[in-house]
């Protein structure tokens, strides 16, 4: 959050202010006993002095940043009361120093390359690149931004009306691992030898949109590393979550009506271009849709809907079943492990308004699922170069299993 130390300094106009720096900040791992999960939700909810990177619901870790005149009283806070935490980081500047941030060459589809990140014009001017190099490749626009940006992606067809595979990267603004791992997953289906790939490449139609967020997407590598909203003003504040803002049990729980909160919902259900844009284009499709993915981070859950209640509503079983196979599929390379569930379950915490929800409760999706990548608390947001590609090969290595998965289960076999 940091709503009032961070925000409010930028508040001030692109023309006059430097990008932020985050000198000498420290990223905290808490480990929580289950008795001490309400000291840290009352922190979440009323302290602005702390940034937490993940929501004190879950019961294993949360991550928590703090600036450094603010470091001894939450770690005072917490010898106080017991709770175990250890320093993952302690200068966070020093890991933003440390970020991969490469360039693309126009015209160059080779000086593209999965082991760092892009800003949002070199991401398009790629995906420009790729419809004219593939002639099943079509520019889509799926939506706008509030300062009036295309929400951009491509299509990759080999056929005439086949259902779709949808993915949606970069919502959240410092998840940068979103997009790249959104660019790699086209890539392999425009690139692999790999039979299976090219299979799954094949059958659908591939709906692929990197950066659902481009404004704050932009903020996070102009101004601000740790944006995570849009960029809409609200009185002395910026942003609305677009995880918040989406018309399923809108602001019934995990969003916030005050502006200077990470988790702010907006003034009502799409009230934002983004959300409102993307989702009148998603109805356009949504009967032909069978498996959409939004990718965020982090923490290595796979979400299913729904975010008010742990009852195992609609496809549940199948959903979660079909998703617990992948993940044993993603593992294999790395070893890397994650937790399956619907969002109340897997996060130990209630979140209502986000994309998935919507999904499946409006357009009847059959499988709708949110990948929460790497890590597990130690980079958090800030994942260094050498898990940028890794992240991306299990990651599809997952979505190849899932389709194969689904189709096990009856599902994905209507082409």
């Known amino acids: 959050m940091l709503k009032i130390v961070l925000l409010s300094f930028v508040l001030l106009a692109p023309s006059v202010l430097a990008k932020f720096r985050f000198d000498n900040y420290t990223l905290y791992k808490i480990l929580p006993k289950?008795?001490?999960?309400?000291?840290l939700q009352n922190l979440y909810e009323h302290d602005s002095r702390f940034d937490f990177w993940t929501n004190p619901g879950r019961a294993d870790f949360v991550s928590v940043m703090s600036s450094p005149e603010n470091k001894a009283h939450l770690e005072n806070l917490l010898h106080k009361n017991n709770v175990q935490f250890e320093i993952t980081m302690g200068n966070i500047q020093e890991a933003i120093d440390k970020?991969?941030?490469?360039?693309?060459?126009?015209?160059?589809?080779r000086s593209m390359q999965f082991d760092a990140y892009y800003t949002n014009s070199e991401i398009n001017a790629w995906m420009d690149d790729l419809a004219r190099e593939y002639s099943f490749v079509t520019p889509i626009i799926a939506g706008r931004s509030f300062e009036g940006r295309q929400i951009r992606g491509i299509k990759i067809s080999h056929g005439s009306r086949r259902k779709i595979i949808f993915l949606e990267g970069g919502l959240h603004a410092r998840e940068w691992i979103s997009p790249a791992t959104v660019c790699y997953i086209t890539h392999q289906l425009l690139t692999?030898?790999?039979?299976?790939?090219?299979?799954?490449?094949?059958?659908?139609?591939?709906?692929i949109i990197p950066v659902t967020?481009?404004?704050g997407y932009i903020w996070s590598h102009d101004e601000f590393r740790m944006w995570r909203k849009n960029r809409r003003p609200v009185g002395q504040h910026f942003g609305v979550d677009l995880n918040r803002n989406w018309n399923?049990?809108?602001?019934?729980?995990?969003?916030?009506?005050?502006?200077?909160?990470e988790i702010y919902a907006g003034p009502g259900p799409f009230s934002e271009p983004e959300t409102r844009t993307l989702s009148a284009y998603l109805r356009t499709?949504?009967?032909?849709?069978?498996?959409?993915?939004s990718f965020h981070s982090f923490g290595q859950l796979l979400l299913v809907p729904f975010g008010n209640s742990t009852a195992p509503y609609a496809n549940y079983h199948d959903a979660v079943n079909i998703g617990r196979r992948a993940m044993g599929a993603l593992s294999v390379r790395f070893g890397t492990q994650y937790v399956t569930g619907n969002i109340v379950e897997a996060i130990n915490y209630y979140g209502t308004g986000g994309t998935i929800d919507w999904i499946k409760e409006h357009l009847k999706v059959?499988?709708?699922?949110?990948?929460?990548?790497?890590d597990r608390g130690q980079y958090g947001f800030l994942l260094p170069s050498d898990q940028i590609l890794p992240n991306g090969q299990e990651t599809m290595d997952?979505?190849?299993?899932?389709?194969?998965?689904?189709?096990?289960?009856?599902?994905?076999?209507?082409n």
């Open 248 to 261: 399923s049990n809108w602001l019934v729980a995990g969003s916030s009506i005050d502006p200077s909160t």
């Open 192 to 207: 692999s030898r790999d039979p299976e790939i090219m299979a799954a490449a094949r059958d659908f139609d591939w709906y």
């Open 285 to 293: 499709i949504g009967d032909r849709i069978d498996l959409y993915l």
């Open 99 to 109: 970020e991969p941030i490469k360039r693309y060459t126009r015209g160059n589809l």
């Open 366 to 374: 059959p499988l709708v699922y949110c990948y929460e990548s790497r």
């Open 34 to 39: 289950n008795g001490q999960i309400k000291l």
């Open 398 to 414: 997952s979505v190849v299993d899932m389709i194969h998965q689904a189709r096990r289960f009856g599902y994905m076999t209507g």
């Open 213 to 215: 967020n481009p404004d």
